[in-house]
C-alpha cells in the first residue's frame, strides 16, 4: 500500500513556498450546516476495555504509535505486512518513522478485518490516480468497504466505511510565525478573515480545525491537492461548525457531506469526512485500540 497517508502536511506547506490556488471562494453550493449535519464525535477505549465491537455505523480507529516490545513482537507485526511494506518499512532511517510506518499499516489491516473475514496479512491494496490507497477489487470483489489512513507525530488514525466515500486527517497543532501566511494562501477571505479576530492559541486552534477538514475532505474525494482549497470553505459560529460551501469548480454537491472533528490528546487535531447515503446522518464512533502509555498492539 503506496501512499498510505498524508502526514504534516501543514508543516509542510509552512517549509515551502509553493504559490497560491488561483480560483477565490464564492458563494456557489453553500450549505448552511444544522446541528444533525456535524455529527459528534463518541469515543470508546477499546484497549482498556479489551472489547471488539461489531463494526455497524461510521467508525473510525486510533493508535498511539509506540515501538515493539521486543524483537519478536517486531517480527510478529512486520509478518502482518505485505513484502513490499516490509521493504518501506525497513528503509527509514529513524525509528519514531518505523513505529508510524509499522502501527499505521498494522492498525488499517486489523481494522479492516473487522469488517470481513479476511486476517489481516492477506488484505492487498491499490493506489488510486491520485495517490489514494485503496482496497484491490481484483483480489477482494464484493467487498464494498472504503478506508482512509492518517498519521502525525505519534498518532494513527483509520476511518472505515460500508460503500461511503470517506477521509480522515489528523494534524499536530504546533504554534507558528508563519501560520496567518500558510492561512492565507488556504483557507477562503472569509474564513481568513475570520481567523484574523482571533489571537494566540485560539488562533492556532481555529486554523487547524479549517486545515483538518479540508485535509479530510479532500482525502474523501480521492483527488489530492488537485482540488482549490480556497473553493472549499468551513464557516463556524464560536466553537461550532455552523456552515459548508463548495465552489463551482469543486463539481460536488456540499449537501451530501458530513463532518466530525475534535481534540485528541493536549495537541493533536482530528477531522472526518463522510459522504452520506441518501441524506442520512450518523454519528462517528472512534476507538482507541492502544493507550498512549502502551507499546504498539498488544
Known amino acids: 500500500m503506496s501512499a498510505s497517508a498524508r502526514t504534516g502536511v501543514a508543516d509542510d506547506l509552512l517549509a515551502s513556498e509553493?504559490?497560491?490556488?488561483?480560483?477565490?471562494?464564492?458563494?456557489?453550493?453553500?450549505?448552511?450546516?444544522?446541528?444533525?449535519?456535524?455529527?459528534?464525535?463518541?469515543?470508546?477505549?477499546d484497549a482498556s476495555s479489551g472489547k471488539r465491537s461489531a463494526p455497524e455505523g461510521l467508525r473510525a480507529?486510533?493508535?498511539w504509535a509506540r515501538p515493539p516490545r521486543c524483537a519478536e513482537h517486531q517480527l510478529q507485526l512486520e509478518a502482518i505486512l505485505s513484502a513490499e511494506e516490509r521493504w518501506r518499512h525497513r528503509r527509514f532511517r529513524f525509528e519514531r518513522d518505523r513505529s508510524m510506518f509499522l502501527a499505521?499499516?498494522?492498525?488499517?489491516?486489523?481494522?479492516?478485518?473487522?469488517y470481513a473475514a479476511v486476517p489481516p496479512e492477506d488484505w492487498s491494496f491499490?493506489?488510486?490516480?491520485?495517490?489514494?490507497p485503496e482496497i484491490d477489487s481484483g483480489r477482494h470483489g464484493g467487498l464494498d468497504l472504503?478506508?482512509?489512513?492518517?498519521?502525525?507525530?505519534?498518532?494513527?488514525?483509520?476511518?472505515?466505511?460500508?460503500?461511503?466515500?470517506?477521509?480522515?486527517?489528523?494534524?499536530a497543532r504546533r504554534p507558528s510565525d508563519d501560520l496567518l501566511r500558510l492561512a492565507g494562501r488556504v483557507l477562503d477571505?472569509?474564513?481568513?478573515?475570520?481567523?484574523?479576530?482571533?489571537?494566540?492559541?485560539?488562533l492556532v486552534?481555529?486554523?487547524?480545525?479549517?486545515?483538518?477538514?479540508?485535509?479530510?475532505?479532500?482525502?474523501?474525494?480521492?483527488?489530492?491537492l488537485s482540488l482549490p482549497l480556497r473553493s472549499i470553505g468551513f464557516r463556524f459560529t464560536g466553537p461550532k461548525l455552523t456552515g459548508f460551501r463548495l465552489g463551482p469548480d469543486i463539481g460536488d454537491d456540499p449537501s451530501r457531506w458530513q463532518f466530525s472533528h475534535g481534540t485528541v490528546g493536549s495537541f493533536h487535531q482530528l477531522a472526518i469526512a463522510?459522504?452520506?447515503?441518501?441524506?442520512?446522518?450518523?454519528?462517528?464512533?472512534?476507538?482507541?485500540?492502544?493507550?498512549?502509555?502502551?507499546s504498539l498492539h498488544r
Open 18 to 45: 509553493r504559490p497560491p490556488r488561483s480560483g477565490a471562494a464564492n458563494t456557489a453550493a453553500d450549505e448552511e450546516v444544522d446541528e444533525a449535519l456535524v455529527r459528534p464525535l463518541w469515543w470508546r477505549d
Open 61 to 63: 480507529w486510533l493508535a
Open 104 to 114: 499505521a499499516h498494522v492498525l488499517v489491516r486489523r481494522c479492516l478485518s473487522r
Open 126 to 132: 491499490r493506489t488510486g490516480r491520485y495517490g489514494r
Open 146 to 171: 472504503r478506508f482512509n489512513l492518517s498519521h502525525a507525530h505519534g498518532l494513527v488514525a483509520c476511518v472505515v466505511t460500508r460503500g461511503q466515500d470517506c477521509g480522515i486527517d489528523v494534524e
Open 189 to 202: 477571505p472569509a474564513e481568513f478573515s475570520a481567523l484574523k479576530a482571533h489571537r494566540g492559541a485560539a
Open 205 to 224: 486552534d481555529r486554523f487547524y480545525e479549517h486545515w483538518t477538514l479540508k485535509e479530510a475532505y479532500i482525502k474523501a474525494r480521492g483527488l489530492g
Open 274 to 294: 463522510v459522504r452520506r447515503q441518501e441524506r442520512a446522518r450518523s454519528p462517528v464512533l472512534c476507538h482507541f485500540v492502544q493507550r498512549e502509555n502502551q
